[in-house]
């Protein structure tokens, strides 16, 4: 979503993908927790692109980081005169709708 370059202090606003080193996820899964600030350590590939070193600061604080962070858990909804309001999952990249239906069945809409 968003990472800082340390050398210039520049933002850069956009997905990224952080390659592995081997093949054990177990540490990967166990480290990286979703929606938090982290400082690592890696050694870019491309532009878009970076493969992961080593992890520096779990709960890494920074001021801009975190408004980035507070500004993407808000949620966003799209509103549907009929179906009522949808919020983004913003994981898959798709609105959603939890209903009930006959017999208090739950289903659900997306988009």
């Given at each position: 979503?968003?990472?800082?370059?340390l050398e210039n202090n520049e933002i850069i606003k956009n997905k990224i993908l952080i390659n592995k080193i081997d093949s054990d996820t177990t540490y990967y899964h166990q480290v990286f927790k979703e929606k938090t600030?982290?400082?690592l350590k890696v050694k870019e590939i491309n532009n878009k692109t970076f493969e992961f070193i080593d992890v520096i600061e779990n709960n890494?604080?920074?001021?801009?980081?975190?408004?980035?962070?507070?500004n993407y858990l808000e949620p966003i909804y799209c509103k549907d005169e009929v179906?009522?309001?949808?919020?983004?999952?913003?994981?898959?990249?798709?609105?959603?709708?939890?209903?009930?239906?006959?017999?208090?069945?739950?289903g659900s809409y997306s988009f």
């Open positions: 979503m968003a990472y800082k370059n600030i982290m400082k890494y604080k920074d001021e801009e980081l975190q408004n980035i962070l507070n179906l009522g309001n949808f919020t983004l999952n913003k994981s898959l990249n798709i609105f959603e709708k939890t209903f009930y239906w006959v017999n208090n069945e739950k």
